[in-house]
């Protein structure tokens, strides 16, 4: 796991090509052809950890910073493909899948503080699907689909019982939350002057 000062600027700069930039290259690769045919979904699997503070340091159960940065960046992509071809009939998402269980969960990163307690990867095709194929889906574009929630909302997968409490403090970036609070309290109160 990547803390700061030990990790070289080659090893973030990998982060980002591999978490940012590589997505980036496919999409502008199969845009053009999806525009041609009319539009389409494009579906980015983002995490929590590009808007939220890691509990602990990276290696005690807390995320890299590489890692952390990298889904930053990435979490913007959706918005910006929404503004850009959303007349084009594209439609882009990002998919926060929450803890999921995943077969590198149980092999590697016990070694790092996580343990394998994450709920089904089904869960993640489950909301997949619904955004690529349900007309619905088209109102969302650009937004952040926090996967767990949705897909228990929805009852997208049959017999699985919903998301489980995070009892692990995260803090959440609300910045953009919270100027725009600040911004409908300007406006309501220019519009009483």
Known sequence: MDRLL?????????????NCLAPLVLTKALLPQMIERGGGAIVNI???????DPTKAAGDGGWGMG???????????????AAEHG???????????????TERIAQDMAQFGFEDTGQPADVIGAVVAWLATNPEAREMNGANVEAQFFCHERG???????????????RYDLSGAILAEKEAQLLAQSSRE
């Open 6 to 18: 030990d990790t070289p600027i080659e090893l973030l700069d990998h982060h980002l090509k591999a």
């Open 67 to 81: 890692y952390g940065i990298s889904k930053g960046a990435f979490h913007r992509v959706a918005g910006f493909l």
């Open 156 to 170: 997208l997968l049959d017999g699985w019982g919903g998301p489980v409490p995070n009892t692990a403090a995260l």
């Open 46 to 52: 983002t995490s929590a950890s590009g808007y939220a």
């Open 87 to 101: 007349e084009d009939g594209i439609n882009a998402f990002n998919v926060q899948p929450g803890y999921i269980s």
